[in-house]
């Protein structure tokens, strides 16, 4: 079957690196896409990886290996704003995204 | 308007009644795509389609039924609303499918069933 697994909940502090985690099991894969939720709102588009490797956009990184089946988004200088779930979702041969349940991360001042 | 609206924002209904949820989006996407979204799992495909006049089934399609007219307009019916219909429903869309295009979302409707 088709699975994301990521973890439920991570605490960091306000300035800080906070690395969150993803693995897919996937029918195919056509790419890993991270999104970012805040509470109440829609998802928003962050990154999208098909190729290994790290790619940068500001304070927010998403790195892939398609050998191991595994992202991880590297959030930076962390800021009270950035509270919000995660959303990894990897994209199958059928083109159809398989969504993780978040991530939901709690700053800390 | 100004990407993906939808309607209403909240409701509560009854079990057994009939439902329309709106999704309108005026970025001439082909593809749209419907999502309930529940506490501890991942976002669920509903229906989906490819383009006006064409629906397909995704994940979770009982109960529901979808119709696309045209390219602005997708929406979602439950003909007969049960409690575990009770969720946070998502209207989503791409500029073309079976691609690699970010989906954009709506903002969401959410239900409450009793």
């Known amino acids: 079957g088709q699975n994301i697994d990521q973890p439920t909940e991570m605490t960091a502090t306000e300035g800080a690196i906070v690395q969150i985690n993803c693995t897919y099991q996937?029918?195919?894969?056509?790419?890993l896409f991270w999104y970012q939720q805040h509470a109440g709102e829609a998802p928003t588009f962050l990154s999208y990886?098909?190729l290994d490797g790290l790619e940068e956009k500001g304070r927010f990184s998403s790195f892939l290996s398609r050998s191991k089946g595994y992202s991880y988004l590297l959030l930076k200088e962390l800021q009270m704003k950035d509270s919000a779930s995660y959303l990894c979702?990897?994209?199958?041969?059928?083109?159809?995204?398989?969504w993780g349940a978040g991530t939901k991360l709690i700053i800390k001042p | 308007i100004a990407g993906i609206t939808q309607a209403p924002t909240s409701q509560i209904l009854a079990a057994g009644r009939r439902m329309t949820l709106r999704c309108t989006q005026d970025?001439?996407?082909?593809?749209m795509y419907w999502y309930r979204q529940d506490l501890g799992l991942g976002l669920r495909l509903i229906h989906y389609?490819?383009?006006?006049?064409?629906?397909g089934k995704g994940e979770v399609p009982d109960g529901y039924s979808v119709s696309r007219a045209n390219t602005d307009d997708f929406p979602l019916t439950l003909a007969s609303a049960v409690p575990s219909q009770t969720s946070v429903y998502f209207c989503?869309?791409?500029?073309?499918?079976?691609?690699?295009?970010?989906?954009?979302f709506g903002p969401g409707t959410r239900l409450t069933v009793l």
């Open positions: 990886n098909v």
């Open positions: 989503a869309s791409t500029p073309t499918s079976g691609s690699t295009d970010t989906q954009y």
């Open positions: 389609s490819n383009t006006a006049g064409t629906t």
């Open positions: 996937t029918s195919g894969f056509n790419g």
């Open positions: 970025m001439r996407h082909n593809a």
């Open positions: 979702a990897a994209l199958d041969s059928n083109y159809q995204l398989i």
